[in-house]
């Protein structure tokens, strides 16, 4: 069974304070992993797409990067528009369809 | 942004009544998705759509039907709605590479 767990389950940073979010995964076939965020109320955003280990891709204060077993999200100097939910899902291929599962989520609150 | 939409964005209905939730979107892509996303379990796939009048059941599919008769729509059904339904329904497409997520519908069973 696929599974996708991230931790922390929540974390409060000091705005400026760097730290990092974790997803671990298990799934047979991996095509693709992805981080979103998401804002209350609101659907999850998308950020990055990685699909093999080694890899790593960066937008503004977030950086992700990918191994065999897990994914980080590093967020470098934070600031209190980067509160959210992080989300993270595995993608595999089955029956010729793209079947994503998800982690519950990490809850990042950023404050000033 | 994605051309990305979902009807109604929010519903109050009582136990017993169908329930019909619609996607639409204006990308072509081929693949369309129903989750539903509670506290505690995070996003959860209901049914998926891999083209015109194909769809499958996801993880949580009992107590829900889907149709997609055209590439830009795609429909949720809940033909008798329960206490347990009620949750935030979100629509996603992706082209296999990007996934992206509609607004949303609060639905709230009574």
């Known amino acids: 069974e696929d599974q996708v767990t991230q931790s922390p389950e929540a974390l409060r940073l000091q705005e400026g304070e760097s730290s990092s979010l974790n997803c671990s995964y298990t799934?047979?076939?991996?095509?693709?992993l992805f981080w979103y965020r998401q804002d209350p109320g609101k659907g999850p955003e998308f950020l990055f797409t990685l699909y093999s280990a080694g890899e790593e891709k960066e937008k503004e204060r977030l950086k992700a990067t990918l191994t065999k077993k897990e994914s980080f999200l590093h967020i470098t100097a934070p600031k209190p528009e980067d509160s959210a939910t992080y989300l993270c899902?595995?993608?595999?291929?089955?029956?010729?369809?793209?079947?994503?599962?998800f982690g519950r989520g990490t809850s990042l609150i950023v404050h000033p | 942004d994605a051309g990305i939409t979902q009807s109604p964005r929010h519903k109050v209905t009582e136990t017993g009544t169908p329930v019909t939730l619609r996607c639409h979107q204006t990308?072509?892509?081929?693949?369309m998705y129903w989750y539903r996303q509670d506290p505690g379990h995070g996003l959860r796939l209901i049914h998926y759509?891999?083209?015109?009048?194909?769809?499958d059941k996801g993880e949580v599919s009992d107590g829900y039907s889907v149709s997609r008769s055209k590439t830009e729509d795609f429909l949720l059904t809940l033909e008798s709605a329960t206490s347990s339904q009620t949750s935030v329904y979100f629509c996603?497409?992706?082209?296999?590479?990007?996934?992206?997520f509609g607004p949303g519908t609060r639905l709230t069973v009574l």
């Open positions: 990308e072509n892509h081929r693949y």
């Open positions: 996603a497409i992706t082209n296999g590479n990007e996934q992206f």
């Open positions: 759509s891999y083209g015109v009048k194909d769809t």
């Open positions: 899902a595995v993608q595999k291929v089955s029956g010729g369809s793209y079947i994503p599962t």
């Open positions: 799934v047979s076939g991996l095509r693709g």
